[in-house]
């Protein structure tokens, strides 16, 4: 947050989603409000203002998708005006076709974008790892460990965008989000900024490809090798847990003599440095030099391009070395033909999200051969995230779950009504596929999808649906809010799809719901809930499962159940708007 104040940033875009809406939200705070960030007292600040009077000179915004939020910034980015775009990493899957092309199509001012990756997927739909991005687009790439790399690593960022005409990622999780400490603030970025050259015209394609590689790459690949955010800690260490590395040494070589002072090395990048850190410090007893292994420490900020030269240095210097990172083994990938490199692809650390627990198995481990790859401590809890227990679709989802027709889900609130009990949408690949995976049902199935995924990309689906002539029923779920990440508002999209397709329905949740009678002829609300015994009953699919004891039971209106099954008889497509309040927004 201060180092976009700091860096002179204009424009900042984001699309909401775990873990960068609390980010995006700091930008979006009223002026007065308390500062988030504690500044170093220990050292001078170099900034010339508080934080709190620095002006807040840029425009924040909210957007619904990854490429437009990226195509904005860019064209900041051409008229002279830094940017930051904000998203998290499923996010940079849509923004890869303007970013791709970006680095040999070149930039004027400094573009970053702050990619929030989620080892662990506490709220995602997979662990993907933003740096791989970073090899595909040809782009820099910074993995702070901490908030002061953080600051320092945006700031680096601006400069070297300008400096290669090219955008940066810069990569955070939820660790790093969480993490405090403090910063030393550096002095405030010049107001000026180069604008796009439009001399890059002069040249073709083919040779704007060969200038990026002659030139522009390696000027990245001499900032990994020289920047000070990449650095070696050295560390001596010796305790209970440790000292399981000396013994298992010893029994893999036959003999103690030289295993003592085997040198282990560890790489790391990302949030995993500061947990390298904190489980060394641990380790230090003094006066132990004589009788443990020295682990040296070689902690990357800027992991694209890797500092192949330091990182050759390094592997030369120690015995074995165990490269700690998540999400998936990035570095490690890049490093292991060395032949003593672990991690990952070891089986001595679990893939996702990397706890101190891990990273002491694996030190325990070093040298071994794992017969049976690490699992992360986070999988051993086993939590679910559930649908919330007064949602208003929450009827729509049981109806959904006794028809027999195929059922495209989407990103949204619905995906967590996939799992049993419910088991009410049979597939979710992305946020705004439901009308387009569904086009592709080998007969007419049903597309349910939220109003913000609609505005995502799913109206993209659905005017292809129109236009080919799909036999499909979209169930529109319209709260107004994006739910799942923060309640964050949503553009009314109904007279757009009115114009793209004639067949449009409007339901009313809260208002048109209807008390009905259940099986035994006792009128329930729609709200209670029903306690009944095992039994065995039948999907769907035509497969027998077990109905659970004491769930909550939502008796769908007769008025919705009519209209869906009216729709579903019909040929060609049909949209039905259901609204319905979000209970937490």
Same mark, same amino acid.
């Given at each position: 947050?201060?180092?976009?104040?700091?860096?002179?940033?204009?424009?900042?875009?984001?699309?909401?989603?775990?873990?960068?809406?609390?980010?995006?939200?700091?930008?979006?705070?009223?002026?007065?409000?308390?500062?988030?960030?504690?500044?170093?007292?220990?050292?001078?600040?170099?900034?010339? @203002?508080?934080?709190?009077?620095?002006?807040?000179?840029?425009?924040?915004?909210?957007?619904?998708?990854?490429?437009?939020?990226?195509?904005?910034?860019?064209?900041?980015?051409?008229?002279?005006?830094?940017?930051?775009?904000?998203?998290?990493? *499923?996010?940079?899957?849509?923004?890869?076709?303007?970013?791709? #092309?970006?680095?040999?199509?070149?930039?004027?001012?400094?573009?970053?974008?702050?990619?929030?990756?989620?080892?662990?997927?506490?709220?995602?739909?997979?662990?993907?790892? @933003?740096?791989?991005?970073?090899?595909?687009?040809?782009?820099?790439?910074?993995?702070?460990?901490?908030?002061?790399?953080?600051?320092?690593?945006?700031?680096?960022?601006?400069?070297?965008?300008?400096?290669?005409?090219?955008?940066?990622?810069?990569?955070? #999780?939820?660790?790093?989000?969480?993490?405090?400490?403090?910063?030393?603030?550096?002095?405030?970025?010049?107001?000026?900024?180069?604008?796009?050259?439009?001399?890059?015209?002069?040249?073709?394609?083919?040779?704007?490809?060969?200038?990026?590689?002659?030139?522009?790459?390696?000027?990245?690949?001499?900032?990994?090798?020289?920047?000070?955010?990449?650095?070696?800690?050295?560390?001596?260490?010796?305790?209970?847990?440790?000292?399981?590395?000396?013994?298992?040494?010893?029994?893999? #070589?036959?003999?103690?003599?030289?295993?003592?002072?085997?040198?282990?090395?560890?790489?790391?990048?990302?949030?995993?440095?500061?947990?390298v850190e904190e489980i060394l410090k641990k380790q230090i007893k003094p006066h132990a030099e004589d009788s443990c292994p020295e682990i040296s420490h070689l902690s990357l900020t800027l992991v694209n391009p890797l500092p192949l030269e330091k990182i050759k240095a390094f592997l030369k210097n120690n015995d074995k070395v165990l490269v700690v990172e998540e999400s998936e083994p990035f570095i490690e990938e890049q490093i292991r033909i060395a032949g003593k490199v672990y991690g990952?692809?070891?089986?001595?650390?679990?893939?996702?999200?990397?706890?101190?627990?891990?990273?002491?198995?694996?030190?325990?481990?070093?040298?071994?051969?794992?017969?049976?790859?690490?699992?992360?401590?986070?999988?051993?809890?086993?939590?679910?995230?559930?649908?919330?227990?007064?949602?208003?679709?929450?009827?729509?989802?049981?109806?959904?779950?006794?028809?027999?027709?195929?059922?495209?889900?989407?990103?949204?609130?619905?995906?967590?009504?996939?799992?049993?009990?419910?088991?009410?949408?049979?597939?979710?690949?992305?946020?705004?596929?439901?009308?387009?995976?569904?086009?592709?049902?080998?007969?007419?199935?049903?597309?349910?999808?939220?109003?913000?995924?609609?505005?995502?990309?799913?109206?993209?689906?659905?005017?292809?649906?129109?236009?080919?002539?799909?036999?499909?029923?979209?169930?529109?779920?319209?709260?107004?809010?994006?739910?799942?990440?923060?309640?964050?508002?949503?553009?009314?999209?109904?007279?757009?799809?009115?114009?793209? #397709?004639?067949?449009?329905?409007?339901?009313?949740?809260?208002?048109?719901?209807?008390? *009905?009678?259940?099986?035994?002829?006792?009128?329930?609300?729609?709200?209670?809930?029903?306690?009944?015994?095992?039994?065995?009953?039948?999907?769907?699919?035509?497969?027998?499962?077990?109905?659970?004891?004491?769930?909550?039971?939502?008796?769908?209106?007769?008025?919705?159940?009519?209209?869906?099954?009216?729709?579903?008889?019909?040929?060609?497509?049909?949209?039905?708007?259901?609204?319905?309040?979000?209970?937490?927004?």
């Amino acid at each position: 947050y201060l180092a976009a104040l700091d860096s002179d940033v204009s424009l900042i875009t984001g699309v909401p989603g775990y873990p960068i809406t609390s980010l995006m939200e700091l930008f979006l705070r009223k002026p007065g409000e308390k500062e988030p960030v504690e500044v170093s007292k220990d050292k001078p600040r170099f900034s010339r @203002s508080p934080a709190s009077e620095i002006p807040r000179d840029y425009s924040a915004r909210w957007l619904t998708n990854e490429k437009v939020a990226l195509e904005i910034a860019l064209g900041a980015s051409v008229s002279g005006r830094r940017a930051l775009v904000l998203v998290k990493h *499923v996010g940079m899957n849509l923004l890869s076709d303007p970013l791709i #092309t970006s680095i040999t199509h070149t930039i004027g001012a400094g573009l970053v974008i702050i990619a929030g990756d989620d080892p662990g997927a506490k709220g995602s739909q997979n662990e993907q790892d @933003s740096r791989w991005y970073g090899r595909i687009a040809e782009v820099a790439v910074f993995d702070p460990a901490n908030p002061n790399m953080a600051y320092r690593a945006l700031r680096r960022a601006y400069e070297l965008s300008e400096e290669t005409r090219t955008p940066v990622i810069l990569r955070v #999780t939820a660790g790093l989000e969480k993490s405090k400490g403090k910063l030393e603030r550096l002095p405030e970025a010049p107001t000026l900024h180069p604008e796009f050259d439009r001399t890059i015209w002069k040249k073709r394609m083919v040779e704007k490809h060969q200038l990026f590689h002659s030139i522009t790459y390696p000027l990245l690949e001499k900032e990994a090798e020289g920047t000070y955010l990449n650095e070696v800690r050295g560390r001596v260490a010796e305790n209970t847990d440790l000292s399981k590395v000396k013994e298992k040494a010893t029994e893999n #070589t036959g003999h103690a003599s030289g295993r003592e002072h085997e040198k282990i090395g560890i790489i790391s990048s990302g949030f995993t440095s500061s947990t390298v850190e904190e489980i060394l410090k641990k380790q230090i007893k003094p006066h132990a030099e004589d009788s443990c292994p020295e682990i040296s420490h070689l902690s990357l900020t800027l992991v694209n391009p890797l500092p192949l030269e330091k990182i050759k240095a390094f592997l030369k210097n120690n015995d074995k070395v165990l490269v700690v990172e998540e999400s998936e083994p990035f570095i490690e990938e890049q490093i292991r033909i060395a032949g003593k490199v672990y991690g990952k692809k070891t089986g001595h650390l679990p893939y996702g999200q990397v706890k101190s627990e891990d990273l002491e198995f694996a030190l325990e481990h070093i040298g071994e051969e794992i017969l049976k790859p690490a699992i992360s401590a986070v999988l051993k809890a086993g939590d679910r995230t559930l649908i919330c227990n007064d949602c208003p679709y929450l009827p729509l989802y049981h109806l959904l779950s006794r028809l027999d027709v195929r059922v495209a889900g989407d990103m949204g609130c619905s995906v967590l009504s996939a799992p049993e009990p419910l088991a009410a949408i049979d597939v979710s690949f992305a946020l705004g596929s439901a009308v387009s995976v569904a086009c592709g049902f080998g007969k007419k199935g049903i597309a349910i999808i939220g109003d913000f995924a609609l505005a995502h990309s799913g109206i993209l689906g659905l005017l292809n649906a129109a236009t080919t002539g799909c036999d499909l029923l979209v169930l529109v779920l319209q709260n107004e809010v994006a739910a799942m990440t923060g309640g964050q508002t949503v553009p009314d999209l109904s007279k757009v799809v009115e114009a793209i #397709t004639p067949d449009v329905s409007f339901f009313d949740i809260d208002t048109d719901e209807e008390r *009905v009678q259940d099986k035994t002829g006792e009128v329930i609300d729609r709200t209670g809930k029903m306690t009944y015994e095992t039994e065995k009953t039948t999907d769907r699919t035509g497969n027998d499962k077990e109905a659970r004891n004491g769930i909550e039971y939502h008796i769908p209106s007769t008025r919705l159940s009519e209209l869906i099954q009216a729709k579903l008889a019909l040929p060609g497509l049909s949209v039905i708007f259901i609204k319905g309040k979000c209970r937490k927004y």
